[in-house]
């Protein structure tokens, strides 16, 4: 008498026929994609192919239900991943749309500013550029003009109200 025990590929091929149904079931119950399903349970049976030097008629059920389980799980890690960096970029993507639309609204009002600031009188346009422009302190302008302080602060003040106002009309 023959041994009745099947081959390796043989328990493969009978696997895929009683067992693929339930294995596409669970699939698309948890990730419920069909066409993504119908891969996976590819993939768990080509995995399955991979073990057949260990199958057995007896354990092969339970293999190949914990083939399919850890390859939903990999698959539905790889999904949230993928969510997760999709809504990072989405995030870093509108950030930069802000920076740009602000840097836009920074480049408007500083062409506002210097447009402003070639109409002021020339000490005080003297005085406002090295403040704004080359950060120097009134006690710094005052020394290099040989002005006071106090009339260096007093140039200030109306310049600052002077393009303040001005970008006020222009917005």
């Known amino acids: 008498m023959k041994d009745q025990r099947k081959t390796p590929d043989q328990l493969v091929a009978a696997c895929y026929e009683k067992y693929r149904r339930s294995v596409f079931l669970y699939i698309y119950y948890k990730i419920a994609d069909k066409e993504d399903s119908e891969d996976l349970m590819q993939d768990a049976f080509v995995r399955l192919l991979d073990y057949r030097k260990m199958l057995r008629e007896e354990t092969v059920k339970h293999f190949l239900f914990t083939i399919t389980r850890n390859i939903v799980t990999d698959y539905l890690r790889r999904h949230y991943r993928r969510q997760e960096i999709d ?3 989405y995030e870093v993507g509108c950030v930069c749309s802000e920076e740009t639309e602000s840097g836009i609204y920074a480049r408007d009002l500083q062409r506002l500013e210097m447009r402003k600031l070639f109409t002021l009188p020339p000490q005080r346009r003297r005085v406002y550029m090295m403040s704004r422009f080359q950060g120097k ?3 710094m302008i005052a020394e290099e003009l040989d002005l ?7 140039h200030l003040f109306l310049s600052r109200k ?3 106002t001005y970008i006020r009309q222009c917005i």
Do not use: A, F, K, P
């Not at 006071?148 to 007093?154: D, F, I, L, P, Q």
């Open 162 to 164: 002077e393009i303040r």
């Open 137 to 139: 302190s009134s006690e």
């Open 87 to 89: 809504g990072y970029l």
């Open 148 to 154: 006071s302080r106090r009339t260096v602060e007093n």
